[in-house]
């Protein structure tokens, strides 16, 4: 059974950092793209980064240079390092993976709040 694993979420100061995570139960070598959406309160579920098996990397322009996507050396865990962090980022955070499907994750509440 194909599952995502994630975590990391919580409550940070503005200007404070977090680092999600997701682990996927699919090898590597089967997954050809991961990345990362979010959802605030009232507002549609928007696209945050992605990474390409091969490690190509893009973000959304309100997070590029804040936001860093990576991946262990085994392609099936994909990170997300949120540094300068604002109130506008607090939002549930999606992990999403793409085989020859579409799965997601179950969703971690980041709370950007002082």
């Known amino acids: 059974q194909v599952q995502l694993v994630e975590s990391g979420g919580g409550l940070v100061q503005p200007g404070g950092s977090l680092r999600l995570s997701c682990a996927a139960s699919?090898?590597?070598?089967?997954?050809?793209?991961m990345g990362w959406y979010r959802q605030a309160p009232g507002k549609q579920r928007e696209w945050v980064a992605t990474?390409?098996?091969?490690?190509?990397?893009n973000y959304a322009d309100s997070v590029k240079g804040r936001f860093t996507i990576s991946r262990d050396n085994s392609g099936s865990t994909v990170h997300l390092q949120m540094n300068s962090l604002k109130a506008e980022d607090t939002a549930v955070y999606y992990c999403?993976?793409?085989?020859?499907?579409?799965?997601w994750g179950q969703g971690t509440l980041v709370t950007v709040s002082s």
């Open positions: 999403r993976m793409v085989t020859h499907l579409i799965y």
């Open positions: 699919e090898r590597g070598f089967a997954i050809n793209s």
């Open positions: 990474i390409t098996s091969g490690g190509t990397t």
